[in-house]
C-alpha cells in the first residue's frame, strides 16, 4: 500500500442539506455521535496502509480543517507522505452531480506529480461505509484495468441521484448513466451504483489530466465515460453497507441505518476502526428518570427524559419528562423540560425550551439552525 496515495475531493456542497452545510462543507458534517463524514473514507485509506492522503478543500474550509489539523488522530502526522490540505479551485461550487471536477485536479498537480506511487485512489466525502481498500488494489492490479470503478449493486429506484454503470460479464464497464436530483428515473438505468470511489495508474491520471486542461469545466466522470470504448475501465463490487449524504432526507436515512445492529457493527464494531478527533469529557450521566431505547448516546451528556430511535452528540442534555424520538441532536443543545422532539435534526448549540412540541415528518424531518432557541 505504500504505492497507493488517496485524494479525497470535499470540495463540493448542496443546497439540499440547508442550514446544516451554510457554514461547513459536507465533509464535515457530524454524523454518529461523534464523527464527521469524511472520517469514513480517511480511515478507510489510513486501515489500508496508506500513508499519503491529500484532501481538496472548500472555501469553506474553517471546520474541516479544524477538525483535521495535521492528521494526528489517523496517524498522518509523518515526516514522510502524510495529510496535505489542498486548495479547491471555485467557490461556492453546489452541484452535487460533480463528483471531481478535473479544475481541482489541475491545481493540484503537484501533490499528485511529486510522489513516485503506483495508484491513486481517489473518493468523495459523503459516502458513508467500511472498506477494506487492500482488496480493492489487489484485484486492480489483477485485472490489468487502467482505471476501476468501485460500485454496490443496487435499485436504482432508491436512490435520488449517482452515477450508474452497466457492466458485461467480464465486469468492463460499457456505459454510465448519471441521474440527477429530480431527474425521470426512466426504466433502463444499470442496476449497478457508482459508490464515488476509483482507482487509477497515476501516470494514466496525469496523462487524463493533460489532455483535458483546455476544458477543465468537466468532471472525471465525464472523461472516463467519453473513453469507455479507449480505456480498460472495469468495475469492483462492494457489498457492504453504503450511506450516502446529499440532502436532508438522506442525512436521517443514514442516521437511522447507522442505528440497525447489522450496520452499526460493520461500521464501528469490525476489524477497521472508524478514526476521528478526540475530544477528552466526562462520562455521560443518565439520571433515575431516563428510559433510553435503540439510541447512540456519546459522553459529556445529562440524559433524564427519554430518547427513542435517536442519535445524540457530546454535551447534550435532555431534561426530565422530555421525549426525543426519531432524531439527531448535534452537540451541546439543550431539550427542555416536557418537550417533545421527533423527526428533527437540531444543529449545534439549539435550545428547546419546556412544553415545547417541536416535529417534523418521518419523510421530512425538521432542521433546526445552528444556535437557535425555541
Known amino acids: ?19 446544516l452545510t451554510e457554514e461547513r462543507p459536507l465533509a464535515s458534517l457530524p454524523f454518529g455521535g461523534r464523527y464527521r463524514l469524511i472520517d469514513f473514507v480517511l480511515s478507510n485509506m489510513v486501515n489500508a496502509g496508506m500513508r499519503t492522503v ?10 474541516l480543517v479544524d477538525h483535521l489539523g495535521a492528521g494526528k488522530y489517523w496517524f498522518l502526522d509523518r515526516k514522510l507522505g502524510g495529510l496535505f490540505i489542498l486548495p479547491g479551485s471555485i467557490y461556492g461550487f453546489k452541484n452535487m452531480s460533480a463528483q471531481f471536477l478535473v479544475k481541482d485536479m489541475i491545481r493540484n498537480l ?37 482505471v476501476t470503478l468501485v460500485y454496490r449493486a443496487e435499485n436504482p429506484a432508491l436512490w435520488e441521484r449517482g452515477v450508474f454503470l452497466e457492466l458485461n460479464f467480464e465486469k468492463r464497464i460499457t456505459k454510465m448513466v448519471q441521474l440527477a436530483p429530480d431527474a425521470p428515473r426512466g426504466e433502463h438505468l444499470p442496476p449497478a451504483l457508482f459508490a464515488d470511489c ?28 467519453e473513453n469507455l470504448g ?14 450516502r449524504v446529499y440532502s436532508i432526507d438522506s442525512y436521517l436515512k443514514c ?20 478514526y476521528t ?27 433524564r427524559g427519554r430518547v427513542e430511535n435517536s442519535i445524540l452528540f457530546p454535551g447534550v442534555a435532555v431534561e426530565a419528562d422530555a421525549v426525543v424520538k426519531n432524531s439527531v441532536i448535534m452537540q451541546r443543545s439543550v431539550i427542555g423540560r416536557n418537550s417533545v422532539v421527533e423527526n428533527v435534526i437540531a444543529d449545534k448549540f439549539v435550545t428547546i425550551g419546556s412544553g415545547a412540541i417541536v416535529m417534523g415528518s418521518n419523510d421530512h424531518p425538521l432542521v433546526l439552525k445552528k444556535k437557535s432557541a425555541m
Open 230 to 243: 479507449n480505456l480498460q475501465i472495469y468495475g469492483y463490487e462492494f457489498t457492504g453497507y453504503l450511506g
Open 277 to 303: 478527533k478526540i475530544r477528552d469529557g466526562v462520562p455521560t450521566r443518565y439520571y433515575n428518570t431516563a428510559n433510553v431505547t435503540n439510541s447512540l448516546i456519546p459522553n459529556e451528556c445529562l440524559i
Open 1 to 19: 500500500m505504500e504505492a497507493v496515495m488517496g485524494l479525497i475531493c470535499a470540495n463540493y456542497n448542496t443546497e439540499r442539506l440547508g442550514a
Open 110 to 146: 503537484d501533490y499528485i506529480s511529486r510522489d513516485s506511487v503506483d495508484y491513486i485512489i481517489i473518493a468523495s466525502a459523503n459516502q458513508i461505509y467500511n472498506m477494506d481498500y487492500k482488496k480493492l488494489v489487489d484485484a486492480h492490479a489483477k485485472s490489468g484495468a487502467e
Open 54 to 63: 491529500g484532501v481538496v478543500t472548500p472555501y469553506t474550509y474553517r471546520s
Open 198 to 225: 476509483l482507482i487509477i495508474g497515476r501516470q494514466q491520471f496525469m496523462d487524463l489530466i493533460g489532455w483535458y486542461q483546455a476544458v477543465d469545466h468537466m468532471d472525471l466522470m465525464d472523461i472516463l465515460s
Open 255 to 274: 442516521s437511522r441505518e447507522a442505528l440497525l445492529p447489522e450496520n452499526h457493527g460493520e461500521l464501528f464494531f469490525g476489524k477497521r476502526p472508524v
